[in-house]
């Protein structure tokens, strides 16, 4: 009996082997399962990161969209502003080149212009006078005369045009320069018509002006003007 006892014995012994090797591979099956429950939580968060920046995609492509219909609209207000900028100047005449004086008669210097080109400028013609800072340091401010008539205004800068004499020298001071008269256009308008000058002299247009506020130029005398503005 003992030695059948004995003989059992013998032969368990490797079956408690093989139920230590269950239990460690059960405790490794347990850690694999806490992993893939540590995976499966960290792709969980992933998808929900992934989903709320497709949503966020969605949006910035729903607004992407709207961009160039909001950039067309902004470009059309900035125009429609820079015309009703420049139609208030529509009776303004920017006069450049005219020194300035201790107790100077702006009034007087307006009408003294309008003799040389042969017209009568009355005080009572003008809304305003006086001259305007500019962007530039230690140079001589403009003048600029806002006319009560568009009509007064044109005749003004036409006849100013045609004239020889607008020299300062005409006007009572002891040198002699010249002076000019324009349209009074906005600071936007300025740079455009310096860009239509380099413009037109790449093109070999001869003549560039300001009419009715609009940037005109011709190759020559008998040329029909065309618009740049």
Known sequence: ????????????????????????IKLELSGLKDSIEMVHDII???????KSLESKVITMEKMAEQIPILQDSIDKLNSESRERDQWARANNVEIIGIPQKKDENLYDIAQKIGNLGNISVRKEDINYIARIPTRIPNVVKPIVVAFNSRYTKEEFV???RKSKLLN???LGFSTAANFYVND???PANKSLLS???ALAKENNFKYIWVKHCKIMARRSDTAPGLHFL
């Open 44 to 50: 969980n968060g992933f998808s929900t990161k992934v």
């Open 184 to 186: 009074h256009l906005t």
């Open 1 to 24: 009996m003992q030695e059948q006892l004995h003989k059992i014995a013998l032969d368990l012994a490797p079956l408690a082997a093989l139920v230590a090797d269950v239990k460690s």
């Open 158 to 160: 036409a006849s100013a």
């Open 168 to 170: 300062i020298s005409n």
């Open 195 to 197: 860009k239509a000058k």
